[in-house]
């Protein structure tokens, strides 16, 4: 009170800190939740990169094979190509000699049909003849079934007997046709007599057709090689596309710049704040 006396370092007054120190614990407390937050953010940056970066090493490691395998199926393709090039080309060369050979046999053939023509003629003229001859028979013996007069009897022996000078000038051609059949004759292939040149013309023939087909075939397979290829060689692009694209994955790096920004703020946090110094 006024006119008290008092000492050097005499309490004359105390002052009330309770609302104080409750700034003081509210403040702490502030602080202690936003380290923990800084924390908190801190770790699931360096986690989230962490997981981040292992998927992205293994898509790395995937992605390798992937080119690998491409780079492996291209070049088994081109070692089909290459196959079935040669193959194609004994193809051709299987092809080109059937068809020589066939001309020739050919050439063979028209020369020995030329050669018996005459005689096929003959034979066929003669074959025309006994045909007429034997309908001549049939319509006299008819004529005579109907009428035995002794005119209708001598024209069917006359149609008899032509007949038979019918029959003798067909066996007489035919005859000759086949002296002529086996006169004909390719010696530098081998070959006497005419049917063994048409069996040998037809066997060429068959065996052209074969070798062509072959050769389509072969024409095909070389086709479907280098389509392979092509498929092939867009699938290795792909791989190094994908390859590349991961390498330079940018969502990785904006995880590295989300951890140093946490780092940032939990050092941040780290710092008492002014205020709670001044209180």
């Known amino acids: 009170a006024v006119g008290d006396t008092v000492k050097k370092g005499d309490v004359i007054a105390t002052l009330d800190t309770s609302d104080l120190e409750k700034q003081i614990e509210s403040a702490e407390e502030s602080y202690s939740d936003t380290l923990q937050s800084a924390q908190t953010s801190y770790d699931r940056a360096t986690a989230d990169l962490e997981t981040s970066t292992v998927q992205h090493e293994n898509n790395l490691i995937d992605l390798q094979a992937k080119i690998e395998q491409a780079d492996k199926s291209l070049q088994d393709a081109k070692d089909s190509l290459t196959t079935a090039q040669e193959n194609e080309r004994k193809a051709q060369g299987t092809y080109d000699s059937a068809v020589s050979d066939y001309n020739t046999l050919k050439s063979a053939y028209d020369s020995a049909s030329a050669s018996i023509s005459t005689y096929t003629a003959a034979l066929n003229s003669a074959a025309d003849a006994q045909n007429q001859a034997i309908s001549a028979l049939n319509s006299a013996i008819a004529a005579y079934n109907a009428d035995s007069s002794e005119a209708n009897k001598n024209a069917m022996n006359t149609a008899s007997d032509n007949l038979t000078a019918a029959q003798k000038s067909y066996q007489d051609a035919q005859s000759s046709l086949t002296n002529a059949q086996n006169s004909c004759s390719a010696p530098?292939?081998?070959?006497?007599?005419?049917?063994?040149?048409?069996?040998?013309?037809?066997?060429?023939?068959?065996?052209?057709?074969?070798?062509?087909?072959?050769?389509?075939?072969?024409?095909?397979?070389?086709?479907?090689?280098?389509?392979?290829?092509?498929?092939?060689?867009?699938?290795?692009?792909?791989?190094?596309?994908?390859?590349?694209?991961?390498?330079?994955?940018?969502?990785?790096?904006?995880?590295?710049?989300?951890?140093?920004?946490?780092?940032?703020?939990?050092?941040?946090?780290?710092?008492?704040?002014?205020?709670?110094?001044?209180?």
Do not use: M, W
């Not at 023939?205 to 389509?216: M, P, S, W």
């Open 188 to 279: 530098s292939l081998g070959l006497y007599g005419f049917s063994s040149i048409e069996s040998a013309l037809k066997q060429a023939d068959t065996t052209k057709t074969q070798a062509e087909n072959a050769l389509e075939s072969a024409k095909n397979a070389v086709e479907a090689a280098a389509k392979q290829i092509d498929t092939c060689e867009q699938q290795v692009k792909s791989a190094h596309d994908s390859y590349d694209q991961e390498k330079n994955y940018s969502n990785l790096l904006n995880k590295t710049q989300n951890v140093e920004d946490s780092a940032t703020k939990l050092e941040q946090a780290q710092r008492t704040p002014d205020n709670l110094e001044t209180l």
